[in-house]
């Protein structure tokens, strides 16, 4: 009992610093000069609190208790659209009020758009948020089905909230990753598309410079039990996405067990690389390699190698590590080949404590 008596603390004491964090911004943003044209707390109360009871009922309970405290996050001009981000991926954030508070303000335009007017843009076209004048992009328009990706996340909950001004959408996660080695820098480093000046993805920057079907990757990954694999992929996949490199192919090796999803992001994410890379190679195609041969992976300066067992069989094996299901998954792009271990990437840090 005495483990269960105070299971209710945790989200009380959640909503409390949440709330506390953001009237201090709320009070710091009031000190500030504010231009007279812009809709006030005051004026628009009735809408924020209509608006507030929609994004509740649809499951954003935080976006709607910030909205009615602290509306300046989230509208600056005549005209809002807010694309409010789940509970789940605000609750277990530690970053401070006003890193916060730059996340919410890129998911935020000036401008209004309903889903009707998301679905008449083209894909690659990219509009401004209220965060220092990054944009976002429409990464998938599907206006027959009704779907629309921004930044890769799909806009799950479309037309929250409709009147006057003020539009809302619930969406399926952040526009942005939330690894901390971006959040440190002050989201200055923030994973913005790059658009030109007429507000298109330069040279389709997100939509084609991975061809690779990373989600049927992960999918495959999954259904053949290398789940935890699979979810380290998936956990960085933003930063493969927009990586400078242009992958046309990929080799995946995928070990059964994958203990390091549990490391530090940036270790992850090395780690991870460390097992992809950028051309396909198939089993044959790696067996007719000299031994020793190196093999460039995704993780910068670090190699993978040939090594042939010593045995009658010569069985292929990649640092010393044994290819057990060679050729598991195969398409134009990429092929998956299951190893029995993960690699061991030299000069880990200790991570125990």
Request: glycine fraction near 4%; charged fraction near 15%; aromatic fraction near 8%.
């Amino acid at each position: 009992m005495a483990c269960s008596s105070n299971w209710w603390r945790a989200p009380v004491y959640f909503t409390v610093s949440v709330l506390l964090a953001f009237l201090a911004i709320s009070t710091a943003l009031r000190s500030l000069p504010r231009d007279n044209s812009l809709p006030t707390k005051t004026t628009i109360a009735p809408l924020l609190l209509d608006a507030s009871s929609a994004l509740r009922k649809s499951g954003f309970n935080i976006i709607a208790t910030l909205l009615q405290i602290t509306p300046e996050i989230f509208i600056s001009s005549p005209h809002s659209t807010i694309f409010a981000i789940p509970d789940s991926s605000i609750a277990n954030a530690s970053h401070t009020s006003w890193l916060l508070k730059h996340l919410f303000q890129y998911h935020a335009s000036p401008l209004q758009l309903s889903m009707k007017d998301l679905l008449k843009k083209h894909r690659g076209s990219c509009f401004p948020t209220l965060f220092h004048g990054k944009n976002v992009a429409l990464t998938k328009v599907d206006e027959k089905e009704r779907v629309v990706e921004i930044n890769h996340v799909l806009v799950s909950h479309p037309d929250i909230f409709l009147n006057g001004p003020l539009t809302i959408h619930g969406v399926l996660g952040p526009f942005t990753s939330m690894d901390p080695r971006y959040v440190n820098q002050g989201w200055d480093h923030i994973q913005a598309p790059i658009c030109d000046s007429n507000l298109s993805l330069v040279s389709e920057a997100i939509a084609t410079k991975n061809v690779v079907e990373w989600t049927h990757v992960i999918r495959l990954l999954s259904s053949k039990g290398f789940v935890s694999f699979a979810i380290g992929l998936n956990s960085v996949l933003d930063g493969i996405l927009y990586d400078k490199m242009k992958l046309n192919s990929v080799t995946v090796f995928a070990p059964p067990e994958f203990s390091f999803v549990a490391s530090a992001s940036s270790l992850l994410e090395k780690i991870v690389r460390f097992h992809i890379l950028p051309r396909k190679l198939t089993y044959m195609e790696l067996a007719s390699l000299p031994a020793n041969a190196t093999l460039c992976t995704l993780a910068p300066d670090h190699d993978l190698e040939i090594s042939k067992a010593v045995n009658i069989t010569q069985e292929l094996m990649i640092n010393q590590v044994k290819i057990v299901a060679p050729n598991m998954f195969e398409s134009k792009k990429f092929v998956i080949h299951g190893i029995s271990q993960a690699f061991k990437l030299g000069e880990l840090p200790n991570t125990s404590r």
